[in-house]
């Protein structure tokens, strides 16, 4: 059974930095999608940047237009996924949450196939 668990959240101030970290255990298939979506109170949950499998090892990244340019993520491995978290506003307050999914997409509902991690808080202060 796959089990995916994240680290990193935490307090931080407005234009500050973060990075979480997702780690996927019992393993799953080179050819699928990473990536991480966020929930903040009273709103629905939204797609904040992801991986694509393109070829062999290689993952192209797909980012919300909210966090361009702030955000950087990276497929570390197979089975692992990092958020670099920067510029942060106190908007990107949320709970985010890993996701490992069969053909990676912006699509907020789980999807038949996905593995979603616990989910890990972030909270930014003005």
């Known amino acids: 059974q796959v089990q995916l668990v994240e680290s990193g959240g935490g307090l931080v101030q407005a234009g500050g930095s973060l990075r979480l970290s997702c780690a996927a255990s019992?393993?799953?298939?080179?050819?699928?999608?990473m990536g991480w979506f966020r929930q903040a109170s009273g709103k629905e949950r939204e797609f904040v940047a992801g991986?694509?499998?393109?070829?062999?090892?290689?993952?192209?990244a797909d980012y919300a237009d909210s966090v361009k340019g702030r955000f950087t993520i990276s497929r570390d491995s197979v089975s692992s996924v990092t958020l670099q978290m920067n510029s942060l506003k106190p908007e990107d307050t949320a709970v985010y949450y890993c996701v490992a999914r069969n053909v990676m997409s912006t699509t907020a509902e789980t999807m038949p196939g996905d593995y979603w991690g616990q989910g890990t808080q972030v909270t930014v202060s003005s």
């Open positions: 019992g393993g799953i298939e080179r050819s699928y999608g």
């Open positions: 991986t694509r499998w393109a070829s062999e090892n290689t993952y192209n």
